[in-house]
């Protein structure tokens, strides 16, 4: 996991499973339409390829679906579920938006930069924590909430973020 | 108790299973659909009144009716499920715990509009509903509801599921086709409409989760029953999101007659405000309406019981009313700092503005900036009207609605609390109970 570049020795490729899955996928669309595929695949790309979107990887992608690299940067810097740099283990992305802030969101915060000893976009030294903080995530009516990969911990007190932290310390939790 | 159309079912067990959701008349309205015309269907839809519910209210029946038809080029419905206007998170639950409800809507929809391929747009955050929606599309298609020839009808569809991956501003239309062409979410000038030229550049209606939801319903009960709930041009039910300071936040179905009032402090509904506080304001159609102090949201300015419906919540234009919106109803209690929220709008909008407009790219970070300061208690009385006069000079100059969405919370909260913009500059310690203003991380 450098900044730099995937380690060069490490080849990128899907596994089989995966290359099916971009199969079913691009035919979803029209023929010659198979750029729709890009957002889906770059999903699976995240998650197959340490978490974020180096170059090489996004370029893989590109051959993949037959388009030029610079058709995949543009997306990939666009849209912000899309790493452009390494991250740790748990991303923990809390909101921040109106309805979160009014039910103590930055609290919330606040507790998890003290606990982990990282401000908002830093990874723990140990590289097993990121905090992200995001807009509303669609979970208002159950604030403050926060997302660690693929699911939401909502109604979040203090106790109930170390709970998580400590979920997440021993392995514990579902992030797909 | 009000009727209900949408969650009718939503607490009987198993609902989001196919054999439970037709044990519960699920699909008959499928059914009763094929043995109409395309054109029968559009009439109920157009009778019934149903507006959208993406936050427009534009006539769905209209909206369909204004789909080109050329010959030998394919029709596309596609579904937005966005949902990303702070405050809403109604479709969410449609989604998510009964699904075939929206299904079952797309089948007759796409029937009626004559698309064979329809695909839900779903925010990529919502990242374990795709497969609950996959999954219920499997089931309609193992029953025959999907697929090849449905019903022998001759009639095909097929339904996928297109994640997005956090842009608010997908959930705008032609932004939403822009992404699923697998593009950066920048919305296209307008016309063509999408209806002329919308996903591949072929007609395309865009609707709302909550507005496909409602049509087996109005196919079921008929476009007439449908139209005689609710007042005037509200028609039927509509989802409403509570959040902020409330005792029951949710999703409630609500009928168009029901006052503000009630909603709030009911037990029926919502139940009031924690620990007995006032109210002190509301945004009560999704963060880009305008926000209300208590006086003006629970009665108009003629003195009349503000109701839940687009008319009632209208009244009054944007001096002294607001809109329905999304139905995403965001309740402020009296130790709320109005600066403060505003301030984490403004955020929000200036974070998802696309950047293809230079009142939008710009206005949005100005705004920001300038709440920032003042919240941090750095302003002063001439940063209110440069507030003032920055949302004034982006409303209306934009190619899409995103400008106008992000200068009207900022222009309401002005208008209304303007006293408060300057106590805060003049008492700086408000800051005392609020801390962690934090600036984006960039990952
Ligand atoms: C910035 C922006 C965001 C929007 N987000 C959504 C959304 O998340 N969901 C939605 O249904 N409509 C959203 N809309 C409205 C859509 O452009 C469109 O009007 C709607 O999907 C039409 O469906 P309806 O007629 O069923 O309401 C948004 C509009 C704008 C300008
Ligand atoms: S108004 Fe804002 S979001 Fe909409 S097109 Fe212009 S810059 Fe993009
Ligand atoms: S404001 Fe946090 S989920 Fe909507």
Redesign the pocket.
Known sequence: MTKNGVSPNKEIVFSTESLHKVHEIIARYPEGKQKSALIPILHMAQKEFGGWLDVPVMDYVASLLNISPIEVYEVATFYTMFNMQPVGKYVLEV???????LNG?DQIIEHIKEKLQIKEGETTKDGMFTLKPA??????GY???MQIGKFYHEHLTKEKVDEIIDLCRAGNIAID | MSKKLLLKNIDVEGIKTFEVFRKHGGYSAAEKAFKMTPDEILEEVKISGLRGRGGAGFPTGLKWSFLAKPEGVPRYLVVNADESE??T?KDRYLMEYIPHQLIEGILISSFCLGANVSYIYIRGEYSWIPEILEYAIQEAKAHGFLGKNIKNTGYDLEIYVQRGAGAYVCGEETALLESLEGKRGNPRLKPPFPAVKGLYQCPTVVNNVETIAAIPAIISITGAEYAKMGVGRSTGTKLISA?GNLNRPGVYEIDFNLSIEEFIYSEEYCGGIPKGKKLKACIPGGSSVPILPAKLLLKTANGETRLMNYESMADGGFITGTALGSGGFIVLDEDQCIVRHTMTLARFYNHESCGQCTPCREGTGWMYRILKKIEEGRGTYDDIDLLWNIQSKIDGNTICPLGDAASWPVAAAIRHFRDEFQWHINNPECLTKNYGIAEYATI
């Open positions: 909101c921040r938006t109106g309805p979160c802030m969101s807009e509303c995530l669609g979970a208002c604030a403050p909430m | 702070p405050g998170f959040c």
